[in-house]
């Protein structure tokens, strides 16, 4: 847990990515808008408005955390609000 990211940017959000041990195939990053509807852009190129509790599915190509910067691309696999989730 790392409360930098309360209202962060996706800026912050890449710093403790990159701190993430390889060892961690999946992570589940939870935080405040409007930093993760900001990240979620960056990484799929595709804007998304993500009202409270809303999951997003990022897939990425890549082989360590530090390699996740501003340019790189992953693939929305989904997308679930609060209603999709009852």
């Known amino acids: 847990m790392s409360r930098s990211l309360y ?36 990484f799929t190129g ?14 990425f190509s890549i082989d360590s955390w530090i390699e996740l910067d501003y340019e790189t691309k992953g693939q929305l696999a989904g997308i679930w609000q609060p209603r999709d989730l009852s």
Do not use: F, W
């Open 7 to 42: 209202a962060a940017g996706p800026e912050a959000y890449l710093k403790v990515v990159h701190g993430l041990s390889n060892d961690s195939v999946r992570v589940l990053v939870v935080g405040h808008n409007p930093g993760l509807e900001e990240l979620l852009e960056m």
């Open 46 to 59: 595709k804007a998304q408005i993500m009202p409270t509790c809303t999951l997003a599915h990022v897939k």
